[in-house]
Each structure stands twice: as C-alpha cells, then as structure tokens.
C-alpha cells in the first residue's frame, strides 16, 4: 500500500504542483460542513491524502468497514440516508423509431412522485434477449442540443445498442428535457436528485422485459463520469463502470451537482473522488483519462492507488487505464472507441458487423443522429401527465 511514497516525491518535485496546501485536518465535530470543490487541494496534496487514507486500512476486511463508512458518508451528505422508498416508476414509454439494428424511444419515469426523469431508450433489433443494460448519464455541455441529445452521447447509445445492449440516457436536471420543462440545474437539491435518479434509473432498466436484470453498467462522460462513479460506489447492481475524463485525487468537481454537498470530509472521515471510485473493486472498471484536464495524472497517482485497492480483492486485472496524453476533456470518438471493446468483453456483446475488420474500429456511421423535436418525451401528440411537480419545487424524500 505504500507505492504512493514515491510518487509523492515525484508529484512535490514536479512543476505545477506548488499550490498552497488545503488543511489536512478534519473539521471538528459540530462544524460547519465543509465542502471540497473544483481544485481543493494541490496535486501533490491529493497524494499525500491517499496517503494517509491507505494508511487507514492494511487488508480487505479493513478497506471494506472504511468502505462502508465512505458510502455512509456520501448518502448522509446527500440527504439519502436512509434510502427513500422505492415509490412507483409509473414508467411512460412512447415515440419508438426504427433504425438499422437498433430502435430509439422516448421514455419518462418518476424517481420520486410526480418528479420525472427523462431520457432515450435504445434497444437492440433482430436480436434475441434479455440484454445487458447500460445507463448513459450526460455532462454540462449545454445548448439546444446539449446533454442527451449531444451527437457524440447518440452514437455512443446505438452503437452500444447494435451489440446487443438495451441503454437508457437520460437527462441531468436542468438539461435536455428537464430544461424545456422548466427546471434549472442550480436546484437547490440537485445532487440528490440526479444520485437519486441514477439509482432509480437502474429500477427503471430492472423492470425491462428484455434486460438482464443481473448484467447491469454505466458510463459518462464529466459530469456524467461523476454520476458514474458515485452511482457504482452506491449501488452494487452496477457490475461493470466507464468513468470518462472525471475521476481525480485532486479536483473535486466544479458543480453543486458534483461537490456541493459535504460527502468528501466530515469530522469522522476524509475522502476524494479517487477513493470513492475504488469502491467499484472487485468489478469491472475502465478509467478514461486525458493529458488536457483534471486526469492527467492518472497512471501515475488515481490509477496506482485504485488498482491497490483492487488488489486486496486478488482481482488486479479487473481495472484497467487508457491514457490519451494528446486529448482534451470529453467523450470523443477516441475514447468510446476504448470504451467499447471493455463492454464488449465484459458484457459478451456482439460486436460481429460493427467492427470494422481493416481497422478494428467500431463503425458508428450506422447510427441515426436524430433531432431535438424526435427524441422530446412529451409533445402535443404526447402530453405530459397533470399530476408532475412544477419546476423548481422541493421533491419529498419521506414519506
């Protein structure tokens, strides 16, 4: 567990790691909460941290009473704990387009009563069932065709869905949909509504005729690479996970939706987003990093410290890293092309007719990259049911 010694050194010799040091120590009980946002620490602090959380734990039994106590930690800071009931889907499923091997439909269900989820179910044609399903949460790219409803975030869903996947996208609060009708990201309980929402949606996906209701996984981008990791820490249902370009022992990330709530340090404990993907061990897990932002570090520092982690379970090979030292923040096509082969080989999906034999790239130019108007859930065909919250209201999590 001590392999970090050596990259500390590495990290506080190195330029660009001279940003003052946050306070290592805990807050005292009874404390204003303390949230850890964007770049709360330097790099080189962020090593030290994992040092001292390594030094916590020094077998499994140990990493797994700290590794509750970190889910503990996320869902008390969440406002999750305990969980809500799991109140009906009263899922809406409409609009289907056939495309070739895969069709697309627009599909709403509500997380808690009358507070919708909305999103685009992609399923496989001319293949016979149950399917791996695969949730595909968005980042902040914003605009008219933002979140969702991106290109980049449509091929990634077909394609995955012409190799047998049935995938469900769905849309942040205040995003695609959400924004259209009326809501605003800067909810005040905007992160227990999307956390929240990432568990439902893995219900949502369960209650499907034709999902193997045991072959479960997620991938995203940013943003979505937050919903990715947080929702496979909390939810052992997620048996294989995609981070993309998010996972950092050293940024926090910039959004309420991702660090503004106290689930990083209370007085019992300290933690970072490094750590709380490690919680995915012993599952499948691929890191996506770039050279371009917050994840540059990743084989020297996240990826280290996770595989640590996954070794105690004796299941090293079961995380991987694919670095892209040339590439910015984002999922573009580089990094979906690395992400599919780990779905396919993990989930045994098809990729016969889409793998390109000269390259052995996978061929998105099958995909249909629909409009705005085609993937809205509702619209004067589909009206939208009376009884939903209006925008901006305070979701009920008792009952």
């Not at 704990?81 to 499923?93: A, C, E, F, G, Y």
């Not at 919680?279 to 990826?303: H, I, Y």
């Amino acid at each position: 567990m001590r392999h970090q010694s050596f990259i500390a050194l590495a990290l506080l010799l190195s330029p660009g790691s001279s940003a003052s040091a946050a306070d290592d120590k805990l807050p005292a009980k009874g404390s204003a909460p303390v949230l850890c946002v964007g770049n709360y620490h330097s790099e080189a602090d962020a090593v030290r941290q994992l040092e001292r959380i390594s030094a916590t734990y020094s077998n499994l039994h140990q990493w797994q009473q700290r590794a509750e106590n970190i889910r503990q930690q996320i869902l008390t800071g969440m406002n999750l704990n305990p969980l809500p009931d799991r109140t009906p889907l009263n899922s809406i499923i409409h609009k289907k387009r056939e495309h070739d091997g895969y069709s697309v439909e627009s599909a709403a269900f509500e997380a808690r009563p009358g507070f919708l989820v909305y999103g685009s179910l992609y399923r496989p044609l001319g293949r016979k069932g149950p399917f791996p399903g695969i949730l595909c949460p968005h980042g902040h790219a914003r605009g008219r065709e933002g979140g969702r409803l991106r290109p980049d975030q449509q091929h990634r869903c077909a394609t995955l869905a012409r190799m047998g996947a049935v995938v469900f996208s769905y849309d942040m609060v205040g995003f695609g949909d959400s924004e259209h009708y009326g809501w605003d990201h800067k909810h005040k309980q905007v992160l227990t509504l999307q956390t929240w929402s990432s568990i439902r949606a893995l219900d949502f996906l369960q209650s499907l005729d034709d999902v193997d209701d045991q072959q479960l996984g997620v991938t995203g981008c940013s943003g979505g690479g937050t919903q990715t990791f947080l929702l496979t820490a909390l939810d052992q249902r997620v048996k294989v996970a995609v981070p993309v370009v998010m996972v950092s022992a050293h940024f926090f990330g910039g959004c309420h939706c991702e660090s503004g709530m106290p689930i990083h340090k209370t007085a019992e404990l300290e933690t970072n987003n490094c750590e709380i993907a490690s919680l995915a061990a012993p599952r499948p897990m691929l890191l996506v990093s770039v050279g371009g932002d917050w994840t540059k570090n990743t084989p020297q520092v996240e990826f280290p410290y996770i595989q640590s982690v996954y070794k105690l379970h004796d299941t090293a090979t079961a995380v991987e890293n694919t670095h892209f030292p040339d590439e910015q923040h984002g999922y573009q096509v580089k990094k979906r092309q690395t992400m599919y082969p780990f779905m396919v080989k993990h989930f045994g999906l098809d990729s016969d007719g889409v793998v390109d034999n000269a390259t052995a790239l996978f061929d998105e130019t099958g995909n249909v990259i629909e409009s705005v108007e085609t993937m809205r859930v509702f619209d004067d065909d589909h009206p939208m049911p009376k009884h939903v919250l209006k925008p901006g209201s305070t979701v009920a999590f008792a009952d």
